[in-house]
């Protein structure tokens, strides 16, 4: 099935579901529609420059003015991605790696070691944000690199500060610095608002991702073979930040 065919076929499947402008999506994971968790469709959206599901929004500008009254200016390195936006960057990656030579599974193996597979990324819920030091100097060309975030880079306050507060407003690192965990790498950058994000979580776990993977037109899709695919949900999807899980 091609993929716009799919997305009218998901978008007849929800609209019985009251998707409405200032619509909250209820807690009841089952509701959730499926084009919210894969990043098709997503009403819950506010902001201008980025954006944010709206009770994300306000912790996070409630977050942002205590770190600025501590001299921290958090600035946003990326929040909400659509379906559109993570193929575009699977596919950049996908064609970079096998034009170089790696065979299609080597390439997809090694994007998802920071880069997820479209419609399954945190970011089309709009939960989740990759954040930075906005003041900063020297500001590094490359921003999201963990090396930055430790030792004498610039953003070591940056994270002090995170480390020591996100987590009372609600956002909580994803890819932790453990060494036993899999999947994603380190990320310190990467923060999830766990109070909407943890029931997104629930509800996406659900889904037949195999078969969701199967309809879409993804570089490479043809090589994720179930192993695949249930590695890489064991170890990309749930192996992060035992608090965010549900």
């Known amino acids: 099935m091609k993929r716009i065919e799919f997305i009218k076929t998901t978008a007849l499947a929800t609209a019985g579901l009251p998707l409405l402008s200032g619509f909250r999506i209820p807690m009841d994971q089952d509701l959730i529609p499926k084009a919210l968790l894969m990043g098709y469709a997503n ?17 996070f500008e409630k977050m942002s003015a205590a770190a600025a009254a501590d001299g921290i200016q958090i600035e946003v390195a990326s929040a ?24 299609p599974l080597a390439a997809m193996e090694k994007i998802i070691e920071y880069s997820t597979i479209p419609g399954t990324s945190r970011h089309h819920w709009g939960t989740d944000i990759d954040l930075i030091d906005g003041g900063a100097s020297p500001r590094p060309k490359s921003v999201l690199e963990p090396q930055h975030f430790h030792g004498k880079g610039p953003f070591c306050k940056f994270k002090e500060w995170m480390d020591a507060h996100a987590e009372s407003f609600g956002f909580f690192e994803v890819y932790t610095n453990n060494a036993k965990r899999k999947g994603f790498k380190y990320e310190p950058w990467h923060f999830s608002y766990k109070p ?51």
Request: glycine content about 4%.
């Open 43 to 59: 009403d819950q959206l506010v902001g201008t420059d980025y954006q944010l599901e709206h009770q994300t929004w306000s912790a």
């Open 80 to 103: 909400f991605r659509s379906y559109d936006r993570q193929l575009a960057i699977w596919s950049g990656k996908y064609d970079r790696f096998t034009k170089a030579g790696m065979s």
């Open 196 to 246: 909407v994000s943890q029931n997104y979580l629930a509800a996406y776990l659900k889904l037949d991702i195999k078969s969701e993977l199967e309809r879409l037109e993804i570089p490479g899709s043809k090589h994720m073979d179930v192993q695949f695919i249930e590695k890489y949900l064991q170890d990309n999807i749930s192996d992060i930040n035992p608090d965010l899980l549900p």
